[in-house]
């Protein structure tokens, strides 16, 4: 895959003054985009939590209060 010089031509862009500078009340010349700048992504987790973990982390969690709520009516009876 080859790609030319992103940078623009100094003999083909206008508003540039001899040695490249930009003469004051022009705009600069934009940038070019670069297709290849870096490496391709192959891997993408997805983002959240999955179903099982999220289901045991609750489950347990209603276990510590159904434990706590028997033992505060054991302490009342």
């Known amino acids: 895959m080859s790609h030319g010089n992103p940078d623009p031509e100094p003999e083909r862009t206008t508003g ?3 040695g490249g500078g930009v003469p004051p009340g022009e705009t600069p010349p934009a940038e070019s985009s670069m297709p290849g700048a870096g490496p391709r ?3 993408n987790p997805t983002k959240g939590w999955a179903k099982a973990p999220l289901t045991l982390i609750l489950g347990l969690a209603v276990l510590i209060a159904a434990f706590f709520l028997a033992y505060a009516l054991v302490l009342l009876l």
């Open 16 to 18: 540039l003054e001899p």
């Open 41 to 43: 992504e192959t891997h």
